[in-house]
């Protein structure tokens, strides 16, 4: 793994710090983006950008192998009171940037004739939940836009996959808590028990370094002939 170079978004944080510190262990070049600084290291470029500003995503480096599509928000109301421009800023950042950045780096892919395109899906690219139409909306569209690449890159080389966690112990998480409690009527903690972890069997929060360490197997030598899936890490929730 030495010899590759990954390119994971939402690296300043949670899931994709994990991801930037694994593949690292790993001994593969990363390109850490985010709206903020990231620490940078002999292994580790950090570069700021705005994933809903077209421009900024064409100026990021396409000379990648690995893709992590990781960056995301969230925004809980219902239907009748969600804003229209926030429902389009989530599907802007969490579905049209995946696309872009897959987009912009699957020649550079081809043409070595290997590359790894994960992307950080949800449990609610495969069930929906209430007060979340944008956020379920774009990890559907994640899911298929995955399955379409894994099946036009397959043949030349290039996989592509989802990771599904259920509610991981990352910033986005926690600062949803009082959004949460507001929509159901719930104080924070009982948010944390009645919703977060009431469909789960294992009653914990995921932690970044488990998606993390997929995020690894699916880049890793064994990976040749994953693809087209969506790995479940949801504690038990899509059992029921």
Known sequence: METRRA??????????????????ADGVHVVAVDRVPVRGSSRVEPVVADLSDWDAVSRLPTDVDILVNNAGVQHVAPVEEFPPERFSYLLRLMLEAPF????????HMYDAGWGRVVNISSVHGLRASPFKSA?????????????????????RGVTSNCINPAYVRTPLVTA????QAKAHGLSEPE??????????AV????????????????????????TGSSFVLDGGWTAH
């Open 7 to 24: 390119l994971v978004t939402g690296a300043a944080s949670g899931i994709g710090a994990a991801c930037v510190e694994r593949l690292v």
């Open 100 to 107: 872009r950045l897959i987009r912009q780096t699957l020649p």
């Open 135 to 155: 956020y379920v909306a774009a990890k559907h569209g994640l899911e298929g836009l995955s399955k379409v690449v894994a099946l036009e890159g397959g043949a």
């Open 176 to 179: 949803q808590l009082a959004d």
């Open 191 to 200: 948010v944390m028990h009645k919703v977060m972890l009431e469909p789960v």
């Open 203 to 226: 009653k914990r929060l995921v932690e970044p370094a488990e998606v993390a360490e997929l995020v690894a197997l699916l880049c890793g030598p064994a990976s040749a002939s994953i």
